[in-house]
């Protein structure tokens, strides 16, 4: 058995998840006494770093933006930052690396003369500054394109985009927190921009939907990519082709979820789409936002949402903020729960839970590979202790991996702290476990670091 570091990044390793049987989710809209300007085409992600939402650039009818949001919801508030920062730009792509703890930028547009109008440029923002970096080789000058992290290899996955003499490119690139490397899979989406890509959590798996075409075609197809490969789904009653919708992975109920964008000949779909892995679904006749292109959107892990603001309707910018949540009141089904840092649950008894991992090598888990786990809780305010009583792992040090606490009864209202520990060190944040067991309720929350 190989000996690798356990990892989970993204939104396993430092954010837990609740996943709940895909139940109907509602959108809400929401307000605060700040709000940013209307715009369109910004990028959207969610800091796991500050626990906040973070929303830079767009544009609206007078020009390019500059600016820097957090939502800290439901409230947005400017970020001031000093010294260097990225040229105003607008469809530009947009991904959170927690293994190193940075928001990454790469290419977008703004029509400035030195550049053709089409960046290549990455730029890294650790919270409080911005820095340019240089690696070795780039995507080319590129807009419109779709990136996201992998947790699983622990890199970000770049596809598509738009360049400066309107090409558009099928590529793909990963980039490792240093050097952008393009992949040449046997078998590739075809070429498209204006495109979503999210991480299903559940699966493991990078999943592409829709985008355009120059020659005016709107795509409705479905492609995963594992790592190595990407793959084509075809399920049954696929949506309507379009381009310029947002997407998240709704982590709480286990989907992908899409909202609004255009179609060729002059479309404005206002649906909500969820796709679980296999089927489609259209929700249908419950309140939503106003159709819009070029919104902005991504998941709140500690509100549970999918939040999404701006974007243009028919030529108008917006401002407007929403929310896509299921009720609390509601919530049934699984608990995930990850164990890199600290989070707060309230469980029912639960003794048995199956910990979904993967690995990433590096550092050893020990002579015999195996991992080695305690589970600390708490409960009026007296901490206790319980080690591991078995520990199974796949010949791959993958998943799944079964840990069974013996006598572990968690009361209800307890606050149950989890960490894990592999060989003598704790776990630092970017890296750990997701645990997974039944419970009644869903109500997930997270201690301050």
């Known amino acids: 058995m190989r000996n690798r570091m ?25 307000s605060g006494a700040v709000n940013p300007s209307a715009r369109r085409a910004a990028v959207m992600v969610w800091d796991e770093a500050g626990r906040r ?30 010294g260097v920062h990225p040229e105003p730009r607008v469809v530009s792509a947009i991904a959170y690396d927690p293994v190193r703890r940075l928001i990454v930028i790469q290419g977008g547009a703004n029509g400035s003369h030195d550049n053709g109008g089409w960046f290549d440029d990455t730029w890294v923002f650790d919270g409080t500054s911005w820095r340019q970096l240089t690696p070795p080789a780039s995507p080319p000058r590129l807009a419109g394109h779709a990136m996201v992290y992998d947790p699983v290899r622990g890199e970000i ?12 490119i099928a590529e793909t690139w990963v980039f490792d927190g240093t050097t952008w490397t393009r992949r040449t899979p046997s078998v590739s989406p075809p070429s498209r921009y204006y495109h979503s890509m999210v991480f299903d959590c559940r699966r493991g798996v990078v999943v592409l939907f829709g985008g355009r075409q120059s020659g005016g075609t709107d795509l409705n197809d479905v492609w995963e990519w594992d790592g190595t490969s990407w ?9 309507a082709g379009r381009a310029e919708m947002v ?44 159709d819009r292109t070029h919104a902005q959107a991504a998941y709140d892990p500690i509100r549970r949402a999918m939040v999404l603001f701006g974007g243009s309707c028919r030529g108008t910018h917006l401002d407007d903020t929403w929310e896509h949540s299921v009720d609390a009141r509601v919530r049934r089904g699984r608990l995930v729960a990850a164990l890199a840092g600290r989070g707060i ?67 209800w209202e307890a606050q149950t702290v989890w960490r ?24 997930l929350h997270r201690l301050p670091r």
């Not at 793959?231 to 949506?239: L, V």
């Open 157 to 168: 996955v770049l596809f598509g985009g738009v360049g400066p003499t309107n090409y558009e």
């Open 247 to 290: 997407g998240v992975y709704d982590e709480d109920r286990g989907v992908c979820v899409y909202f609004g964008g255009t179609q060729v000949g002059g479309g404005y779909p206002a649906e909500t789409l969820e796709w679980d892995g296999t089927a489609w679904t259209v929700r249908t006749g419950i309140p939503s936002p106003p």
């Open 231 to 239: 793959t084509e789904r075809t399920p049954t009653s696929p949506p």
């Open 420 to 443: 894990f520990k592999a060989t003598t060190s704790w776990v630092p944040m970017g890296r750990g476990l997701a645990l997974e067991g039944e419970s009644n309720e869903m109500p």
């Open 345 to 411: 649950v309230r469980s029912g008894e639960a003794t048995t839970f199956r910990c979904i991992v993967v690995p990433i090598g590096g550092v050893p888990l020990g002579s015999s590979g195996r991992l080695t786990a305690t589970l600390r809780y708490r409960a009026g305010g007296t901490w206790q202790t319980v080690a591991v009583q078995e520990v199974a792992t796949s010949p791959d040090n993958r998943f799944p991996v079964f840990l069974r606490f013996e006598g572990v009864e968690l009361p």
């Open 53 to 82: 939402l973070v929303m830079v650039f767009g544009a609206d009818s007078n020009g390019f933006k500059d600016d820097m949001w957090v939502h800290e919801g439901p409230q947005w508030r400017e970020l001031m930052v000093p």
């Open 6 to 30: 356990l990892a989970l990044a993204a939104v396993f390793a430092a954010v837990p998840v609740a996943l709940c049987h895909a139940q109907d989710a509602q959108w809400t809209q929401v």
